[in-house]
């Protein structure tokens, strides 16, 4: 009993390790791939900002794969005979949504929507990591490389 029981904490903070977000849509980190490029700089000024999610990963195959695992091996406590089977197969299936639901959860990161004016009279879109510093009316400095868009405030 001590082995399943720790098999299974291991399992959980596995799963729940896997699903913890990063900064990758902030304006303040850079990916590998993006760093030491040139990059274009403009100016603009903040008109309209909107909260949204951003879902860091499409599905959380770690949190479904371990929510099955200890699905499973919670219903395999569960009865004997046809009905433990039975038990083990719908803990698997429950824990697996379930695992799925907390890992696509924990994949979130609150976004904003800015929309800018760029001094050019361009308005464009980019959403990107929450910030406080992002008002209407502030003024920002953006740095953009193939298509990605960086939005920082300028001081």
Do not use: H, W
Not at 5 to 17: C, D, P, Q, S
Not at 25 to 37: E, I, P
Not at 69 to 91: P, Y
Not at 133 to 149: D, E, K, L, Y
């Amino acid at each position: 009993m001590l082995k399943r029981t720790t098999l299974i904490a291991l399992l959980a903070a596995t799963t729940v390790t896997g699903c913890a977000n990063s900064n990758v849509f902030s304006g303040d980190v850079y990916t590998r791939d993006r760093a030491k490029q040139v990059q274009t700089v403009s100016f603009g000024t903040i008109t309209s900002t909107r909260p949204v999610t951003i879902q860091a990963q499409d599905e959380s195959v770690l949190g479904t794969i371990g929510g099955g695992v200890v699905g499973g091996l919670l219903g395999s406590t569960i009865g004997g005979g046809s009905g433990r089977n039975l038990a083990t197969a719908g803990g698997a299936i429950g824990g697996a949504a379930a695992g799925n639901a907390i890992g696509n959860r924990l994949n979130q990161v609150d976004g904003v929507e800015l929309e800018i004016k760029r001094d050019t009279g361009e308005i464009i879109v980019v959403v990107q990591k929450a910030s406080p510093t992002f008002t209407t009316g502030a003024r920002v400095r953006m740095t953009q490389s193939n298509g990605r868009v960086n939005v920082a405030v300028v001081n």
